[in-house]
């Protein structure tokens, strides 16, 4: 560590901010910004800012401005009543403002200053487990607060010629590529541009799935073979070492700012830059030491990177290289095929933990598609910069340039296609605790030093060998322990759909149920929050999906997750569809068979009377009744499915959407419950005194959303809950809510902490 001295100042740094974490101060992930102004825009969400335009984006609705060294404005009257924010001028650093209709106009130039109004909110936060983190992703980007409904006050007529400037190349490139790359268009711009917009979900889906995803994001790769080449190519023509390197330097940093300035394309400029500086200046290029010092650059810049996964599997991929190196030369082999073999397994190993934190799932099929995309991705990467280039010219020479990188595309897709229909392609190993992650790279680098210290000695053939075994026992291990997932007991988690229902139950038996899983407020909410939740907890098999009734809010998301299954999206597997059994069926019923029989499940039919045996887990079907039907559309709430769930002394149950009429009818079959899904979103049509009182639930949740039409929660049914000594809770609250339960003891988590000093977890009953 001695002779790399930046890596050390890193790992410091890197401990410093993780303390800092730790003690709550938000350098890593919070919000930085005084507790009091925080509190003063929350109370006064009603703002006017002023600021720089960094980028204009459109979204599906509206378009949206990336303002920088942005300043809250207060009226004097405002400031008068604040005693800690007496400025007319706040700093609130960056801000993503989002447009009202009417005051969308054409795109605004970077470096154009902007006074806008609006609705100034917090980026919202995660409300399920598994889900995309927005406030870590934006705090990278120092960007705390949306402003939503923007109005554009007044707007500067100046701007940065420059800036604007690199946008304008940049359209006019993906315009080319809009124009002579055809479909494969989204493609080479996600590529060349680092322009991911124009991506479909399932051209990103199947990368993902055949871990080729880093190839549509501008990484190191993409910076060093065209640095490199920008290099050579300058070289060749005769303009010298020192010319060559400056103009190859200057260039990459304009093409990471022209392409967004994503991490890991920060990084490899940052390495870039200290290689071609080493050159120019005969001094010797350490990468680790460069390495550390690009990481130090951009944790200085912004801490969150350091729980952002951006930069953890990029900075991981880079070690996994080096690491790669060591296994080779254990391996004492010359052969190309199998030391890139190697080098991708240990990019892998490498980064396994924080892939499987981040997103519960790794490409199997990766390590070995790599070995076709590597030593080919150049060839895109030079078809596209040069077919763009050319286009600026000519259409017809860009089309032609455009065709190599065209047909090793279209050989992408047909391997990610078929690796998706491969039941092996994904290992779906969870969410990993810090524990976990920690042995994991305890018994890694105990390998990797086993193999430096073994190749070093040079003994024989069989020697090698031992070690190399001794090394996949150890990296096996590590892998084992960091997909060990055990949690004694039944869990129910409500997850935060919106307005709709969304819920799994799981048990330590390896029994896993989703009983509905849809919305009327989110849409995708089978890609988001449900497919999510379930990677990040290692289901990669449901024992069954429960449908209540066939209404969109119940359904949506299973409808989603039955289309992925069946087009090879994902690596989540279904046995059993569970549907009503009525004698009448209506559209979306019908398809839901469609789709379930297309993926190869089983479709069967609940009835009153049926159970469901899954361990020591038991469900009771309680309705519908055998001879149910659906008159009309109004009956569809009423004839849905009502399950009682039993795991020991624990009773829960699962109401779908039921109204007053069939709790009526249910009534001889109830007892009391230890848990209660409220039933219709705590509609006050539903949840009767007379039903509460033969249930007398300890727990009820209730899943709606906080901006939802319909009034729900009804203030009536809570009031109803409350008298019978019921606890409630909200996911449109607390998020997902959790309940578990060894059969005895019970216990709930809220995703989301009410209060920032309450408990997460308490016992409500033993």
């Keep these: 560590m001695g002779k790399r001295p930046m890596c050390l100042v890193c790992i410091l740094l890197a401990a410093v901010l993780c303390f800092a974490d730790w003690l709550g101060i938000s350098f890593v992930r919070g919000n930085p910004l005084p507790e009091a ?141 809009e124009n002579a790359a055809g479909s494969d268009a989204p493609v080479f711009e996600a590529m060349v541009l680092g322009e991911k917009s124009s991506l479909e979900d399932e051209t990103k889906i199947r990368y993902q799935m055949a871990g080729m995803i880093h190839i549509l994001a501008i990484s190191g790769m993409h910076i060093s073979l065209l640095g490199e080449g920008v290099n050579r190519l300058l070289k060749k023509a005769g303009f010298g070492i020192f010319i060559s390197g400056m103009l ?75 690491t790669g190196a060591v296994f080779t030369g254990l391996a004492g082999t010359k052969n190309k095929i199998l030391s890139a073999l190697i080098s991708s397994v240990s990019v892998q190993m490498a980064t396994l933990p924080v892939m499987l934190y981040f997103y519960g799932e790794v490409s199997v099929i990766g390590v070995f598609l790599n070995l076709l995309v590597l030593p080919t991705v150049g060839i895109v990467l030079a078809s596209g910069a040069l077919g763009g280039l050319a286009g600026l010219f000519s259409m017809k020479a860009a089309g032609i340039l455009l065709v ?65 075994i001794l090394c996949a026992v150890l990296i096996s291990a590590g892998v084992f322990i960091l997909g060990w997932h055990y949690e004694q007991g039944l869990t129910i988690t409500c997850l935060d759909v919106g307005q709709g229902d969304g819920i799994v139950l799981e048990t330590s038996e390896g029994y896993d149920f989703l009983i509905d899983g849809g919305s009327s407020s989110k849409s995708k909410i089978g890609q988001y929050q449900i497919l999510p939740y379930l990677k990040s907890r290692g289901i990669s098999c449901l024992d069954g999906i429960l449908v209540s009734h066939t209404d969109n809010d ?54 009153c009377g049926d159970v469901l045996q899954a361990g020591r887990m038991k469900i009771l079907f309680l309705a519908p009744g055998n001879k149910s039907s659906l008159n009309d559309e109004l009956d569809i709430n009423e004839e849905g499915m009502v399950w009682e769930v039993r795991y020991g002394n624990f009773r829960g149950l699962f109401t779908g959407d039921i109204g007053e009429e069939a709790e009526g009818n249910l009534l001889p079959l109830l007892s009391d419950v230890d848990f209660l899904k409220v039933a219709h979103h705590g509609s006050r049509y539903s949840t009767g005194m007379a039903f509460l009182e033969k249930v007398r639930p300890e727990l009820g949740v209730i899943s709606c959303s906080s ?23 909200y996911t449109m609250k607390s998020g997902a809510v959790k309940i578990w339960t060894d059969g005895q003891k019970k216990s709930v988590t809220r995703w989301i902490s009410r209060k920032q000093d309450e408990r997460h977890e308490k016992n409500i009953c033993t």
């Design 707 to 729: 901006t939802n039409i319909y009034g729900h929660p009804s203030q009536e049914t809570i009031e109803r809950l409350r008298i019978i000594g019921c606890q409630v809770e």
């Design 554 to 607: 119940h359904i949506s998301g299973i409808t989603e997750l039955l289309d992925l299954m069946e087009n090879g999206l994902t690596g989540i597997r279904a046995e059993k569809l569970i549907l009503p059994g009525w004698t009448e069926k209506n559209e979306a019923y019908e398809e839901l068979e469609q789709k379930a029989l297309g993926c190869g499940m089983d479709v069967i039919y609940g009835n």
């Design 404 to 468: 190599p990188g065209r047909i090793l595309l279209l050989l992408y897709d047909t391997c990610c296609e078929a690796a998706g229909k491969l039941p092996w392609c994904t290992w779906i190993g969870g969410q990993p605790k810090l524990w976990q992650a920690g042995i994991y790279y305890g018994l890694f680098f105990a390998a990797l030093f086993t193999a430096k210290w073994y190749a070093r000695r040079k003994e024989s053939r069989h020697f090698r060998r031992d070690a190399g």
């Design 37 to 177: 102004l925080q509190a003063w825009i929350k109370s006064h969400p009603d703002a006017v800012i002023f600021g720089e335009v960094q980028q204009c984006a459109e979204t599906e609705n509206s378009q949206s401005i990336y303002l920088k060294n942005v300043s809250l404005l207060l009226t004097s009257e405002r400031a008068e009543k604040s005693e800690k924010l007496s400025s007319q001028k706040v700093s609130i650093e960056n801000v993503r403002v989002f447009l009202k209709k009417e005051s969308v106009m054409e795109k605004i130039p970077a470096g154009t200053f902007l006074k806008v109004s609006g609705r100034l909110v917090r980026v919202p936060e995660t409300r399920n487990p598994g889900e995309f983190d927005s406030q870590q992703y934006y705090a990278c980007r120092h960007i705390y607060y949306y402003l939503k409904e923007g109005v554009i006050e007044e707007k500067s007529e100046s701007f940065s010629a420059y800036l604007q400037g690199l946008l304008n190349i940049r359209e006019r490139l993906a315009d080319i590529f």
């Design 248 to 322: 190859s330097l200057g260039l990459m940093v304009q093409y990471g700012m022209m392409t967004g300035g994503s991490v890991a394309a920060m990084r490899a400029v940052c390495m870039f830059l200290m290689s071609m500086g080493a050159q120019l200046l005969g001094r010797c290029y350490d990468s680790l030491n460069a390495l550390g010092l690009s990481a130090l650059i951009l944790l200085l810049n912004a801490p969150a990177n350091l729980y952002s996964s951006g930069f953890l599997l990029s900075f991981g991929a880079v070690l996994g290289i080096r």
